[in-house]
């Protein structure tokens, strides 16, 4: 993994921290350090320096005056700064270079993209990807139009080729080149916003995110973000023509989507406030095309007049705004900051809210549909209702007790048995309706659609769930062993089938691997040993806050998780020279640092004997379905180190949102 090197010597700062063998590449004919500042011309005899200076690619370096696109290109070249460890699969962060078109000119390689072939994949993109929510902001008649005049703004045009080849690989596709001289354009003009390199933006940050790019893509939303605020895209413009304005939401709401590719439910890291939102919803696609002038309502109910039928694009973002609600309110429920009669009372709001959304589809949006036959319908539909069932599974894995991603409150478990009960059966329900959906959608589905990246998300949350559901207690409802395997082998296959190129779904897909594979194993053995897996990470990364740790909880599929970002703070100011001690004397246990613990034991449901790990149906998958990753002693005023090993030592963080 590539991070930022402190140029340090003989190890980096950064090296230091995460415990890794650090050296600097040197010559073989190097006799001496100062060879190393002798011969500054010399590519083979470098100093820390340089080798920091060569690493170090700013993100706007090609908007510096008068930078050549082989100026910059050269910037990201030079000897790579490595450690002892053997790195997994290379991801570029934002010091690296641009893209992974390593020693290709991008402007040379662009220029070599050929007429027919632009217009092969930009048609592909609008048959394949326009139907997405994600890629729906084009008007298509335009955009075609233009490519046939050759009218068609650059960036626009490569960052289409490029995320439509990365969808649909061919051999002489260089869309690695294609998106770094895209991006380059972009970044020369990086005062001037335009609404064509903003929705060029959008389709390069989907593109570094699929390739694994990941630090690029996160830090380049908040410059596309800042962009669209600078246009006022999140206020309407009635001045312009009904495709125009609809063309400027759209591009809005694309960008608003991509936040849940970061987090979900994290004020911090929001592009934008949602009060700060002053624009109707997506209109539907026949209303775009026919340039038809249609109300289809706010964000937030009561900003303006509500159509009696809501489309199902505007359900879709609608959707995506209940369902960060609900991960705020369960990260609030995580760090104790609500009341049990708080959180009743929000769970009723949400759920009129979404019992409301669904009672205002229309008819041939509703599922399941009164005629069978029109199940065979555009992606959309499948995806929207899917995410409709996420939310009633966020919602209620509250009360889910021992599974990982729940939220435990003290109240909580001293509930009614039948109550619990209730609350866990609506959450496995609606998780076997995530799965129904995709089924149907896999039944039905034309051999081109193409599914949206919350697809993905529901499937492999919904196949746990059901998962999960085998082995629930003393009141065990849960499917059939095999008929569980069943439904999440499914989901597996189709997040595989669709989004194996995807570099950030990467860790999702071999986790729910694993899963399914320690169940069959469970299944296949005579005395239902089941196969323990390893904690892929049980303690908080070694550059990151533990505060931060602690409330954020990011997912395994997250941008920002994947990211890893590494905070250099501690060499803002040098560290403070300790002074020498005149005596030797043994420690206390209060001048040790307390490392956070690789194997701990959460208290379990006293209903429960304490059985054997070969014997014990919680430790399927290898997570302590049996156990809580909470300190309860905290919720009666007893916090202490025992809490904080808890947060730390849970595998549920990498999974939560």
């Known amino acids: 993994m590539k991070v930022r090197c402190s140029g340090g010597t003989p190890q980096c700062t950064n090296c230091q921290r995460r415990n890794r063998e650090c050296h600097y590449a040197v010559s073989k004919n190097s006799s001496s350090s100062n060879s190393h500042s002798n011969n500054n011309n010399n590519p083979q005899k470098t100093s820390p320096a340089a080798v920091l200076r060569a690493r170090v690619v700013p993100l706007v370096a090609s908007d510096a005056p008068g930078a050549s696109p082989e100026q910059v290109q050269v910037q990201g070249q030079g000897q790579q700064h490595q450690n002892g460890e053997s790195p997994g699969p290379q991801r570029e962060s934002v010091s690296d270079t641009a893209a992974p078109a390593s020693n290709v000119n991008p402007q040379s390689s662009a220029s070599l993209l050929p007429e027919e072939t632009a217009t092969f ?6 048959e394949r990807l326009y139907p997405l929510a994600s890629y729906c902001f084009l008007h298509k008649t335009t955009v075609i139009q233009r490519c046939r005049e050759k009218t068609i703004d650059r960036a626009l045009k490569l960052a289409l080729c490029a995320i439509t080849s990365m969808y649909f690989p061919r051999q002489n596709y260089e869309h ?19 609404i064509f390199h903003i929705q060029a933006s959008l389709l390069l940050i989907r593109y570094r995110a699929g390739v694994g790019q990941f630090p690029r893509a996160f830090i380049m939303a908040g410059l596309v973000a800042r962009w669209a ?3 006022r895209l999140n206020y309407e413009h009635s001045h312009l023509s009904a495709v125009a304005q609809e063309v400027r939401r759209r591009t809005f709401w694309s960008l608003y989507l991509l936040e849940d590719s970061f987090c979900v439910g994290l004020e911090e890291f929001e592009l934008f406030n949602p009060s700060t939102i002053h624009l109707q919803l997506p209109c539907e696609d026949v209303d775009f095309h026919q340039g038809r002038p249609v109300s289809t309502g706010y964000l937030q109910p009561g900003k303006g007049l509500e159509p009696e039928v809501l489309g199902s694009r505007a359900a879709f973002v609608r959707l995506a705004f209940i369902r960060r609600g609900i991960m705020r309110l369960n990260r609030r429920v ?14 009723e709001k949400f759920q009129n809210d979404l019992l409301r959304l669904r009672t205002r589809l229309a008819p041939c949006d509703q599922y399941p549909p009164l005629n069978p036959e029109e199940l065979q319908r555009p992606p959309q539909y499948a995806i929207t209702h899917m995410s409709w069932h996420q939310c009633h599974c966020d919602l209620y894995r509250i009360f889910l007790t021992g599974y990982p991603e729940s939220t435990p409150h003290a109240a909580i478990d001293g509930m009614a048995a039948p109550d619990r009960a209730l609350m866990k059966d609506k959450c496995l329900g609606h998780a076997e309706q995530i799965v129904k959906v995709l089924s ?7 051999e081109r ?15 746990r769930l059901i998962l999960f559901g085998t082995y629930t207690g003393r009141d065990n409802t849960g499917l059939p062993m095999q008929m569980a395997i069943n439904k999440a082998q499914l989901c597996l296959d189709v997040i595989t089938r669709y989004f194996d190129f995807s570099a950030q779904l990467k ?14 194993s469970w299944l296949e053995s005579a005395d239902h040993r089941a196969v323990s897996a390893a904690d892929p990470n049980p303690r908080p990364p070694p550059n990151m806050s533990t505060d931060a740790y602690i409330r954020q909880r990011l997912a395994i599929h997250s941008l920002l998780r994947q990211s890893d970002f590494v905070d250099d703070s501690r060499d803002a100011a040098p560290e403070p020279i300790s002074e020498p001690a005149l005596s030797w004397t043994a420690s206390t246990d209060e ?5 956070p613990q690789a194997e701990w034991t959460a208290p379990r449901d006293p209903g429960f004997p304490a059985l054997d790990a070969a014997t014990d149906p919680y430790f399927l998958l290898g997570l302590p379905f049996g156990a809580s990753s909470l300190d309860f002693n905290a919720w009666t005023g007893n916090p202490g180190l025992q809490e904080l090993s808890g947060y730390l030592g849970g595998f549920d963080e990498q999974y939560m949102y």
């Open 449 to 463: 659609d193409m599914l949206e990246f919350d697809a993905a998300v529901c499937a492999y949350h919904g196949a």
């Open 176 to 194: 690695a080149a294609w998106a770094q001289e895209a991006e380059r354009i972009i970044l020369e003009r990086l005062d001037h916003p335009s």
């Open 591 to 595: 001048d040790q640092v307390q490392e």
């Open 507 to 520: 860790a999702m897909r071999q986790q729910l691997e694993g899963v399914i594979q320690q169940h069959k």
């Open 440 to 446: 149907d959608f896999v039944q039905h589905k034309d």
């Open 334 to 347: 995580f760090l104790k900051e609500v009341n049990l009669a708080e959180l009743f009372c929000s769970m």
């Open 121 to 126: 994949l930009i048609r592909e993109y609008f």
């Open 229 to 231: 605020v600078a246009l």
